[in-house]
């Protein structure tokens, strides 16, 4: 069964270390959009009648700068369209400043019973530096209207390796969100993207960045931290509870089927992977006047996507399934990639069993250059 994606490309503000599509001060076009969002709802369903979908996920940009009027309507409306399986994970991302009690007991009626809520850090310095518009109170706050309002299944986005943190601080931050007992975190280290304001800022030799000593410690900080508390470490940057692991997220990482709407949405169908016009003005003027918003379109051949699917999958600690690979492309990993195979498990990147082919801790610590030689 497939997923769903939904973009919402609006924010309150621009965050300097975003590449994401994503646009803040376009209030004007909320209700347009999501009335483009419907209407391609139903085209989408019509060209792809699917089995009902396992998973729903609205995701950014910041879905919750919508009313909850508006986000209830979006879901109500797709899941009737495309149904849902009967246990199916809906998730929302969303910021501590546009979610209350009103808009949460909504999203709640609608079906939503996954909630992801982007925090980055429990410092208020770092949250100032991060150009974000809440403080550690207000995440704190937010995670207890969502408890309030029946939410179950909680998780919190942090981010390490911030401009001027410490280990110390990193430390913190993960005792605060523990403290509050998500049922899963999502830890990102800072990456620099071209093309943002961050980016920049390096360029001039204006970011002050950690260390790779420093991110060790705060990667050890959070192994030790998570594992205390009764997280499991499921994928390089996540980790759950168990039974609470996101859903959505591993059919990407198994490179499963998913359907995508929204300006910017990328979507991947019967291993063709579409991609939607990003400016979200240009997305309702072609819905509206009947044009396709598809932006680019890319149909791998087999043997790229078996790469793809060993590379998104070694993100997941259990590794890729050697069964499945062989069921859905009738290759191995063994005797597809040899002797880079042998080199990369000789330096005690991977390891191979009979089932499974993953990255081992050393492994983790370079996996940029691990999959770089398996693409």
Not at 288 to 295: H, T, Y
Request: glycine residues 8%; negative net charge.
């Amino acid at each position: 069964m497939p997923s769903l994606y939904i973009h919402i490309p609006f924010c309150l503000s621009k965050c300097p270390y975003c590449s994401f599509i994503s646009y803040a001060g376009l209030n004007g076009l909320h209700q347009r959009y999501v009335d483009a969002l419907l209407r391609e709802a139903e085209e989408l369903c019509r060209s792809h009648p699917v089995a009902p979908l396992s998973t729903l996920f609205l995701g950014g940009g910041t879905p919750t700068i919508l009313s909850g009027e508006a986000l209830a309507e979006i879901i109500t409306a797709c899941t009737g369209f495309f149904g849902l399986d009967h246990d199916a994970e809906i998730s929302i991302e969303a910021n501590p400043r546009t979610i209350d009690a009103k808009k949460l007991s909504l999203l709640r009626a609608s079906g939503v019973n996954r909630l992801s809520i982007g925090v980055q850090s429990f410092q208020d310095q770092e949250l100032r530096l991060l150009g974000r518009p809440h403080d550690a109170e207000d995440a704190a706050h937010a995670l207890c209207l969502a408890r309030n309002e029946g939410f179950t299944n909680i998780s919190l986005d942090l981010m390490y390796g911030l401009p001027g943190q410490t280990p110390g601080s990193w430390r913190n931050t993960l005792e605060r969100a523990l403290s509050l007992e998500p049922s899963h975190l999502s830890l990102y280290e800072l990456t620099i993207e071209q093309g943002t304001s961050y980016f920049q800022q390096q360029e001039q030799g204006l970011l002050q960045l950690p260390d790779d000593e420093a991110i060790a410690d705060m990667d050890l900080i959070t192994a030790t931290l998570c594992r205390e508390a009764g997280l499991a470490h499921y994928e390089i940057s996540n980790y759950a509870r168990p039974g609470f692991e996101c859903r959505h997220n591993v059919n990407y990482w198994q490179n499963g089927p998913y359907l995508a709407l929204g300006a910017g949405a990328v979507g991947c169908m019967d291993g063709c992977r579409q991609q939607k016009i990003n400016d979200p003005l240009r997305y309702c003027e072609h819905i509206e006047s009947g044009q396709s918003v598809i932006m680019e379109e890319e149909c791998l051949e087999p043997a790229a996507s078996f790469r793809e699917t060993v590379v998104m999958g070694l993100r997941m600690l259990c590794g890729v399934s050697r069964e499945n690979l062989q069921s859905r492309y009738g290759l191995d990993v063994a005797g597809y990639y040899e002797e880079t195979l042998v080199h990369l498990i000789d330096q005690g990147m991977l390891e191979l069993t009979t089932r499974h082919l993953r990255l081992t801790a050393r492994g983790r610590m370079f996996a940029n250059q691990v999959m770089a030689e398996l693409v």
